[in-house]
């Protein structure tokens, strides 16, 4: 994992970070007084969250990001922001994408403190059911396309701040951050328009069969120890994802996520039976060796599967 911090009122140096931690661009004081920034950001592989805080009005004019970069407004507003064919202002509560990738934007930060966060356009690919090799996943809107979405959205990025980046030990787990991602790149997917086709295809039903699935469930108990995701494992079954899904809903009445999760569960199981508390094993570091780094949340489907909580496993009692 990756952290900095930048605190600064001169605006030559905050262009300059600015520069660096997104993409070229150009800034200017439009307010009298300070020109104070200060900036947060915790960042893994693919996802980068930052917290920034600005106490004037900045306008601003970036090049393309060519990265998804999405923005929640807590304090102030944010004006006329624009980019092709479309210009529109955000305020507290907002949750944004500010452009596609490869298009440049500008606009006008009045005194706010917001979030950015900011992830590689291939997870919407790798995580969407159209993940079939023909093309990229690409949103179509830059607002969610309900209230509803949008609160889902900002509370799976307020997750991935407080709950994985803010722990650098889990953080730095592989299998962590990979889950982390792809948990935030489906997120984004359920909440803005998209090209991606969710329902399988009369080819996606006719690919779906035992033999798939087979390969599928083979490529999972290979890879469980690796940030293995759907679009791979549909390239190991040679299906497209979503045939692969149609798959497991309709052999096994569950999801290739959900499966994987289980297999992993089993190895944490394996693990805890074999650890030695007295050396210093805990239920954290494994679970969370093994892509589990909400602890609550590992328990209670660790009690659902096996009945009785880690701590027990471990301990041997």
Same mark, same amino acid.
């Given at each position: 994992?990756?952290?900095?911090?930048?605190?600064?009122?001169?605006?030559?140096?905050?262009?300059?970070?600015?520069?660096?931690?997104?993409?070229?661009?150009?800034?200017?004081?439009?307010?009298?007084?300070?020109?104070?920034?200060?900036?947060?950001?915790?960042?893994?592989?693919?996802?980068?969250?930052?917290?920034?805080?600005?106490?004037?009005?900045?306008?601003?004019?970036?090049?393309?990001?060519?990265?998804?970069?999405?923005?929640?407004?807590?304090?102030?507003?944010?004006?006329?922001?624009?980019?092709?064919?479309?210009?529109?202002?955000?305020?507290?509560?907002?949750?944004?994408?500010?452009?596609?990738?490869?298009?440049?934007?500008?606009?006008?930060?009045?005194?706010?403190?917001?979030?950015?966060?900011?992830?590689?356009?291939?997870?919407?690919?790798?995580?969407?059911?159209?993940?079939?090799?023909?093309?990229?996943?690409? /949103?179509?809107? #830059?607002?969610?396309?309900? $209230? +509803?979405? %949008? =609160? &889902?959205?900002?509370? *799976?990025? @307020?997750? /991935?701040?407080? #709950?994985?980046?803010?722990? $650098? +030990?889990? %953080? =730095? &787990?592989?299998?962590? *951050?990979? @889950?982390?991602?792809?948990?935030?790149?489906?997120?984004?997917? +359920?909440?803005?328009?998209?090209?991606?086709?969710?329902?399988?295809?009369?080819?996606?039903?006719?690919?779906?069969?035992? +033999?798939?699935?087979?390969?599928?469930?083979?490529?999972?108990?290979?890879?469980?120890?690796?940030?293995?995701?759907?679009?791979?494992?549909?390239?190991?079954?040679?299906?497209?994802?979503?045939?692969?899904?149609?798959?497991?809903?309709?052999?096994?009445?569950?999801?290739?996520?959900?499966?994987?999760?289980?297999?992993?569960?089993?190895?944490?199981?394996?693990?805890?039976?074999?650890?030695?508390?007295?050396?210093?094993?805990?239920?954290?570091?494994?679970?969370?060796?093994?892509?589990?780094?909400?602890?609550?949340?590992?328990?209670?489907?660790?009690?659902?599967?096996?009945?009785?909580?880690?701590?027990?496993?471990?301990?041997?009692?």
């Amino acid at each position: 994992m990756q952290t900095l911090t930048f605190d600064s009122d001169d605006l030559g140096r905050t262009e300059e970070f600015l520069s660096r931690a997104y993409a070229r661009m150009r800034i200017g004081n439009g307010s009298s007084g300070t020109s104070r920034a200060r900036i947060d950001r915790s960042a893994i592989d693919s996802v980068s969250v930052d917290e920034l805080d600005l106490d004037f009005d900045m306008s601003y004019s970036v090049t393309p990001l060519g990265r998804i970069c999405l923005c929640v407004v807590h304090e102030g507003t944010i004006e006329d922001h624009a980019f092709q064919g479309v210009r529109d202002s955000f305020g507290p509560g907002d949750v944004v994408s500010f452009a596609p990738p490869e298009l440049p934007y500008a606009g006008r930060i009045c005194s706010a403190r917001y979030n950015i966060t900011m992830l590689d356009p291939a997870l919407l690919t790798q995580v969407a059911a159209d993940a079939s090799g023909s093309g990229t996943v690409r /949103l179509t809107g #830059h607002r969610p396309h309900s $209230p +509803a979405a %949008a =609160d &889902q959205l900002r509370q *799976a990025i @307020t997750y /991935l701040r407080d #709950h994985v980046l803010a722990v $650098p +030990a889990v %953080a =730095d &787990q592989p299998l962590v *951050a990979a @889950t982390a991602a792809q948990h935030l790149a489906a997120s984004v997917l +359920a909440a803005f328009p998209n090209t991606a086709l969710t329902e399988p295809t009369a080819a996606d039903r006719r690919d779906a069969h035992p +033999a798939a699935l087979r390969r599928a469930l083979a490529h999972i108990d290979d890879h469980a120890d690796q940030p293995v995701t759907v679009a791979e494992i549909a390239a190991a079954a040679h299906v497209t994802v979503r045939a692969l899904q149609y798959a497991f809903r309709r052999h096994l009445d569950t999801t290739p996520l959900a499966h994987l999760r289980r297999v992993r569960l089993s190895h944490v199981h394996q693990a805890l039976l074999a650890a030695d508390p007295g050396q210093g094993a805990t239920v954290t570091e494994i679970a969370a060796r093994w892509g589990f780094h909400h602890p609550g949340r590992f328990a209670a489907l660790y009690r659902s599967c096996y009945g009785h909580s880690p701590h027990r496993t471990l301990h041997g009692s």
